[in-house]
């Protein structure tokens, strides 16, 4: 598996994954997919998008932002996404590995995510394997698709 920055051609399965975690609706806030308009603005408009790629198939991404401006730009935000049939075999790792990699070429110090569902215990476990802090929770800080709340976790990362 090779983790490489997106291309045009990428597009249509980047598009695709990131379209079932949302419509999962348990992981992701946006609520609407996005479309062969919105998806090419959305990736080109992120710090890094990157893809997962295996013998010619997209397996999964990343995406790379700032998590805030100006005094607090050094911070980034990510967010990852496996499909479906591809999960549990560690593609969303080595995305994860692959954007702590990358943070100080993008210009951040630490990594912070703002709303990690509490119902996501894969991604949590992962996070706190790989050194990950957890810095606090939002009591019903998520509305999931079935309009339940479900409380969120704070994490950061800090690059040495």
């Not at 598996?1 to 992981?27: C, F, H, K, S």
């Not at 210009?107 to 215990?121: D, E, I, S, Y």
Request: proline share 4%; net charge neutral.
């Amino acid at each position: 598996m090779q983790i490489r920055p997106y291309t045009a051609g990428d597009l249509p399965a980047m598009t695709e994954i990131w379209n079932q975690v949302v419509e999962e609706g348990m992981a992701f806030p946006q609520k609407e997919p996005l479309n062969e308009i919105t998806a090419p603005t959305f990736f080109a408009g992120q710090t890094l998008s990157a893809v997962a790629e295996e013998q010619g198939e997209i397996l999964g991404l990343y995406i790379l932002h700032p998590n805030n401006l100006g005094r607090c730009g050094h911070i980034g935000n990510a967010s990852y996404a496996v499909r479906r049939d591809c999960r549990g075999k560690h593609v969303g790792e080595a995305l994860v590995r692959d954007c702590l990699a990358k943070l100080q070429d993008c210009g951040f110090r630490l990594l912070q995510f703002n709303a990690v569902v509490c119902t996501n215990t894969a991604a949590i476990k992962l996070y706190k394997r790989l050194g990950f802090q957890k810095i606090g929770e939002v009591p019903g800080g998520f509305q999931d698709k079935n309009g339940v709340y479900q409380d969120i976790m704070l994490f950061y990362y800090a690059v040495s």
